[in-house]
């Protein structure tokens, strides 16, 4: 049973582009969680998403970033007009969204590298 | 903000048992004990989780105090892949859903 998979795991890009990160959660899995790790610090809730729904956005910047998780397909986080502060490791992490078992797995992540 | 307190830092000599302790006091009755580790630069990894009973898996065993205030994730024989930042959390697991707050954790060491 694969665990969940981030994709690009590095991605480069200057100021001014749009950075697209996907994640295809495991198997059986119908809730995606994102997480962005600064630099030196620790992980931060960003966005919590259910297939075509976002439950909970709190902790995401309210321009510039945006998630969403499709009927079919990965869940994509997009930043446009990356700056050189998004810089930092992305994380997602899924679990199987029945009442008891909300173990979430956490896959490898993307860097991102703004220039 | 996270609900527990971990030491910043742990040394440990390898073979030897890890213990790594966390307060939680202001635990509620419905909050699991949950632990992860991230080994630098890779994805946090789940360990084990717990209510009120010690817990036992492959990985680590997880000792809660009766009173649920506090916890200690034990290592039994620690290798160097071991090195790595682990991080105790408290969460509301029968609910629809709830965030993981991860505070800073204890970054330990496994020496030779």
């Known amino acids: 049973n694969a665990g969940v998979m981030q994709n690009p795991r590095h991605l480069v890009r200057r100021r001014g582009q749009e950075a697209r990160l996907r994640c295809s959660p495991m198997k059986g899995h119908s809730h995606v969680y994102w997480y962005r790790q600064l630099p030196e610090e620790g992980l931060k809730f960003m966005v919590y998403?259910?297939?075509?729904?976002?439950?909970?956005e709190s902790g995401m910047p309210k321009e510039r970033f945006s998630a969403e998780f499709p009927k079919e397909g990965p869940s994509i986080l997009r930043i446009q007009q990356v700056v050189r502060g998004d810089s930092a490791a992305y994380f997602c992490a899924s679990s199987p969204g029945v009442n008891g078992q909300e173990t979430q797995y956490f896959g490898p992540g993307t860097r991102l590298l703004v220039l | 903000d996270a609900k527990t307190t971990q030491p910043p830092s742990m040394d440990c000599a390898e073979g030897r048992a890890a213990n790594l302790p966390c307060n939680h006091s202001?635990?509620?009755?419905?909050?699991?004990v949950y632990w992860y580790r991230q080994i630098h630069s890779q994805g946090p990894q789940y360990i084990i989780h717990?209510?009120?009973n010690n817990e036992t898996n492959e990985m680590a065993s997880l000792i809660i105090t009766e009173d649920r205030k506090s916890s200690t994730l034990i290592l039994p024989h620690a290798t160097l892949r071991d090195t790595a930042v682990y991080y105790c959390i408290v969460r509301v697991v029968l609910t629809s859903y709830d965030k993981v707050i991860f505070g800073p954790g204890t970054s330990l060491s496994v020496i030779p």
């Open positions: 998403l259910q297939k075509e729904n976002i439950i909970d």
């Open positions: 202001t635990i509620s009755g419905n909050e699991y």
């Open positions: 717990g209510l009120k």
